[in-house]
């Protein structure tokens, strides 16, 4: 019956989605009020009758449903609660419906808080945002039904991907989605500005908020998957450039320099027409990795099905808000976007458009990595693999250049900067230290690639770069009472330093873990010690275990180091007897400036063990500065100024609606 009612609530949720999508439009159209207003009771309803079906799915899964498929296909008794709940979201079809549920969330926010919104615009981004939902709604009733039964269920399931029964997947996808589906409220603000014809600083200051925490939720997304894929896969690295990986990372690049570009908008009414076009791109590309995660175009471990029917349906999608959306740009762009700030090339704006113009051509050249052994065998019949030397090699230069304008560009005056040397003078203790910082890398590493000094010196100019501009801005006084005035900055200023900082952070641990990192391969037998990086490492005993669905074979090893405690790693090979899967466990001893990082591998004919051993130096700054770029995003996020409503309410609010012709 639970079932049977969530399956309804998502008809009803489907309907009512059309509705909403093309009401309040028609209203803001011909200057309706009551059909204007009617958006908003409707997006509340839809967000609780979407939550009422993805209730009902977590509900079969929690009970063992069997006589669900996506239960069947995803879950078994034997499993953990916690892999049994994120077993809702670790399939296509409950994926989907979390996917749902995240654009009403977004379209019932923006009820909630866009009072302050001209009614016009309002109804317009409730329309856009609702026509997503009835695509994907759509989607997931035609060709993805979560609440499809079986007629003869089964005794059991055939359990969730081993991969995925881990803590950190467990939160990565909903975190992930929060961050893909609400850059779709930043598309649907511009729609709806482009539908309207007018957009102003006021309409800067709307979607910031909106791209803000969509940023922050993608970020924190990323991280989770990284972290991940870093301790649960085995195979030492943090970041592979696979399809569904970059699928995440090019909407992330779009996001930072649309709020980038928002400032301007916001400030100086410039860049309008940039910015729409970055609103439209940064969630097109959301729906460019749904079609690759979801279609089977491209190979991916992390892919969610391989079904062409899925790909063409999602394709469509894509085509239609991406298509249209373009061709609606294309028409009103030059009528309703002429810029009215005018600046030098030396000044803020200068600098921030050099910042968009790094992000978007990075983002692009990851989009062409990705999709290019498609393209090939499109067009040649050549089967292509372009992996990661490709984009380190063509990515990370748009990254170095992008970390040596940040610090420049924070403290740059907007319209124009008069005084260039007094900038240089208020930076240059920060280009002494990342200098010298750099320099004594350099020096004490003998034989290695000149990346670790220089990312460590970026680093370092990134992270004092920040501590100058809170300095700078808390001017006045002696060094206590600046130190004291600089906590108390408006947090938008303060979150902006902390998200730079993140940045160097993450660029240091990145250049050291890349360039510093040691590895050793060997098989070993039990007792028989071994050095690796200072470290004696002894492979203790080798044990055969059962867990609570899975049978592992756990390794201890000891580390032995001359004045430090003795560390134990207990490294597993696991075997999942339902999916018939094994995986790779690796143990990891965390620090503050290394990771020990141990792998079991297979026995050997003779009798001793492959092992694998990394020692890994500030990997953990790597998702320190990612957790520091999402902390510094949430600080501006709480800044009053960026709420949606502040700005709003200082205005009018102007009937916007487009006369009929």
Not at 64 to 74: E, R
Not at 257 to 265: W, Y
Not at 424 to 434: D, E, H, M, R, T
Not at 516 to 528: P, S, Y
Request: overall charge positive.
């Amino acid at each position: 019956m639970i079932i049977e009612l969530g399956h309804l609530a998502l008809i009803l949720a489907f309907a009512l989605s059309l509705v909403q999508m093309v009401v309040p439009m028609i209203g803001a159209h011909k200057g309706w009020r009551p059909w204007m207003d009617i958006a908003n009771p409707l997006a509340k309803i839809q967000f609780l009758l979407t939550a009422v079906a993805f209730g009902a799915l977590t509900y079969g899964f929690v009970v063992s449903d069997f006589s669900l498929s996506v239960v069947v296909a995803n879950s078994h008794t034997a499993k953990p609660m916690l892999y049994k709940v994120a077993g809702v979201w670790g399939n296509h079809e409950g994926s989907m419906l979390l996917w749902v549920l995240i654009i009403t969330l977004f379209g019932a926010a923006a009820s909630v808080f866009g009072g302050g919104l001209p009614d016009a615009l309002r109804a317009r981004v409730l329309a856009v945002q609702s026509a997503i939902g009835a695509a994907f709604f759509a989607f997931i009733l035609f060709t993805s039904n979560p609440f499809e039964r079986l007629a003869v269920p089964p005794m059991n399931g055939q359990d969730l991907n081993p991969l995925l029964q881990d803590p950190g997947l467990a939160f990565h996808p909903p975190f992930l989605y929060l961050g893909y589906v609400g850059l779709s409220m930043a598309f649907s603000f511009a729609v709806a500005a482009l539908i309207e014809g007018r957009v102003d600083a006021a309409w800067g200051r709307w979607v910031r908020p909106w791209t803000l925490a969509a940023w922050v939720f993608l970020t924190i997304g990323i991280a989770l998957g990284s972290w991940w894929a870093y301790y649960e896969l085995g195979w030492g690295g943090f970041w592979f450039w696979d399809p569904v990986e970059n699928a995440s990372f090019m909407p992330w690049l779009f996001a930072c320099a649309l709020l980038h570009s928002a400032i301007v908008v916001e400030k100086r009414e410039a860049l309008k027409s940039w910015t729409i076009l970055l609103a439209i791109l940064a969630f097109g590309f959301s729906l460019i990795g749904a079609f690759i995660v979801r279609s089977g175009v491209l190979t991916s471990v992390h892919a969610f099905a391989n079904d062409p029917e899925r790909g063409v349906f999602i394709l469509f999608i894509l085509a239609a808000f991406m298509g249209g959306a373009l061709t609606l740009y294309a028409a009103r762009a030059g009528a309703v976007m002429q810029a009215r700030g005018v600046f030098s090339s030396l000044s803020r704006e200068s600098a921030l458009i050099l910042n968009n113009v790094i992000l978007a051509v990075s983002a692009f050249v990851v989009f062409v990595g990705t999709v290019w052994p498609l393209v090939a065998e499109m067009l040649w019949g050549q089967k292509l693999s372009v992996g990661a030397p490709f984009f380190n090699m063509a990515f990370t230069p748009f990254m170095l250049v992008l970390a040596i304008v940040l610090p420049l560009g924070a403290l740059i005056p907007w319209k124009r900067a008069p005084q260039a040397g007094r900038m240089w003078g208020l930076l240059a203790p920060a280009l002494v230290l990342a200098v010298a910082v750099g320099s004594l890398a350099f020096a004490l590493q003998t034989g290695r690639s000149a990346l670790g000094p220089v990312g460590l010196a970026l680093g370092v100019w990134l992270l004092a770069g920040a501590f100058v501009d809170l300095w700078q801005r808390a001017a006045r006084g002696g060094p206590f009472a600046r130190l004291g005035r600089m906590v108390r900055l408006p947090r938008a200023d303060l979150g902006r330093a902390v998200a730079h900082g993140g940045f160097g952070v993450t660029m240091i641990g990145i250049a050291a873990m890349t360039a510093w990192q040691t590895e050793d391969i060997r098989v070993t037998t039990i007792d028989a010690p071994y050095e690796v990086a200072g470290y004696t490492i002894t492979l203790e005993r080798v044990a055969d275990l059962d867990g609570p669905n899975y049978r592992t074979t756990m390794a201890q090893m000891r580390f032995e180091r001359p004045g430090y405690a003795p560390i134990t790693l207990l490294p597993e090979k696991r075997f999942y007897p339902v999916a018939a899967m094994p995986t790779t466990e690796a143990a990891i001893d965390n620090g503050i400036w290394r990771d020990l990082y141990a792998v079991i591998g297979d026995r050997q004919a003779d009798g001793g063990w492959a092992v694998r051993v990394y020692v890994k130096p500030l990997a953990n700054w790597i998702w320190l500065g990612a957790l520091m770029m999402a902390i510094g995003g949430g600080l501006s996020l709480s800044d009053r100024r960026m709420r949606l409503a502040a700005g709003a309410a200082k205005s009018p609010k102007p009937n916007l609606a487009v006369p009929a012709e």
